[in-house]
């Protein structure tokens, strides 16, 4: 079946810029998550959804960052006035979610995205 | 609050040697333990996963974990590397698969003939 997928998979944004990156997760999964990887990192947590509620968003790095997912599906990530700083990979993944006896996130291709 | 070392940044192996990379985590309470492996330019791929019960669980591609609560630790192992092993690898913590997941920096494993 269809995995989570990711677009664009590549942005150049110039500084200043706004940007949205979205993402389409597995169809039926309740939870969304949203990761920046940064180059030669490992993921670290940005926010995330269970259906359209955005249950923890603490690891948004600053209000430039704002993410929604309205109708429980697509969820968005928008990035206003882009600074350097924000280059990096965002990946994103969603799971089953709590009610489900599985308990893995599947990850999509992520979005690199550079900043100049 | 949740953390991951793994310590190794970098490891080279040969073909058909055996592998294991190490993972050490920082949780309170029984901890739910990933390992991921990301090819260049790819998503991540979960290899295998450890909730409860026995402490040695198999994944995909041949590889296998231990969970050790008194060292906090659950190394990733492989008894023969294949070229195509060549990747990135990620532990991962969580209080489950459906929290937000706390990563390791990763190590990077390269594969030579």
């Known amino acids: 079946g269809a995995g989570v997928s990711q677009s664009p998979r590549y942005k150049v944004a110039k500084r200043g810029q706004d940007v949205a990156l979205r993402c389409d997760p597995i169809s039926g999964h309740v939870s969304l998550f949203w990761y920046q990887q940064a180059l030669g990192q490992g993921p670290e947590f940005l926010t995330y959804?269970?259906?359209?509620?955005?249950?923890?968003k603490s690891g948004l790095p600053s209000d430039r960052f704002f993410a929604e997912r309205p109708e429980g599906s697509v969820s968005t990530l928008k990035i206003q006035r882009t600074q350097q700083e924000d280059s990096a990979v965002y990946l994103c993944a969603s799971s089953h979610g709590p009610k489900i006896g599985t308990y893995e996130q599947y990850f999509g291709p992520g979005t690199r995205l550079t900043v100049t | 609050a949740q953390s991951v070392t793994q310590p190794d940044i970098h490891i080279t192996v040969s073909e058909g040697a055996s592998l294991e990379l190490r993972c050490n985590y920082s949780?309170?309470?029984?901890?739910?333990l990933f390992w991921y492996v990301q090819s260049p330019g790819q998503g991540l791929q979960l290899l295998l996963k450890?909730?409860?019960?026995?402490?040695l669980v198999q994944g995909i591609k041949g590889f296998e974990a231990e969970f050790k609560r008194s060292q906090s630790s659950f190394n990733l192992r492989k008894p023969s590397v294949h070229w195509s092993d060549a990747a990135e690898y990620f532990c991962a913590v969580g209080e489950s698969g459906n929290t937000p997941l706390v990563f390791g920096k990763g190590t990077r494993l390269s594969v030579i003939a």
């Open positions: 450890y909730f409860s019960g026995d402490t």
């Open positions: 959804f269970q259906n359209e509620a955005q249950l923890d």
């Open positions: 949780y309170g309470a029984t901890p739910y």
